[in-house]
């Protein structure tokens, strides 16, 4: 019997999920959720499964209707005073 490298199906579902919280601040690059469809980007955030910061600045979530009356809650990002903000 041979063994695979990498993580067994068992680990790999602790490491799924959201990172981060409401209020929390962020640096540019933080990933904020990996493999979910559950949360979009929204303001200052990017991606599709790893949604990832483009800003520093502080967490916050907003809910909106979807299609056929689905929420949607989107992660935002309120950008600090004396970071730039993405072009």
Same mark, same amino acid.
């Given at each position: 019997?041979?063994?695979?490298?990498g993580?067994?199906?068992?680990?790999?579902?602790?490491?799924?999920? /959201?990172?981060?919280?409401?209020?929390?601040?962020v640096?540019?690059g933080?990933?904020?959720?990996r493999?979910?469809?559950?949360w979009?980007p929204?303001?200052?955030v990017?991606?599709r499964?790893?949604?990832?910061? /483009?800003c520093?600045?502080t967490?916050?979530?907003?809910?909106?209707k979807?299609?056929y009356n689905?929420? /949607?809650t989107?992660?935002?990002?309120? %950008?600090d005073?004396?970071?730039?903000? %993405?072009?």
């Open positions: 019997m041979s063994r695979r490298g993580t067994t199906a068992k680990f790999y579902r602790e490491t799924r999920g /959201l990172k981060i919280s409401d209020g929390q601040s640096i540019t933080t990933i904020l959720t493999q979910g469809n559950k979009r929204g303001i200052n990017s991606g499964s790893h949604v990832f910061a /483009l520093d600045g967490i916050y979530f907003t809910k909106k979807g299609a689905k929420t /949607l989107y992660i935002n990002i309120k %950008p005073k004396k970071a730039k903000q %993405p072009k």
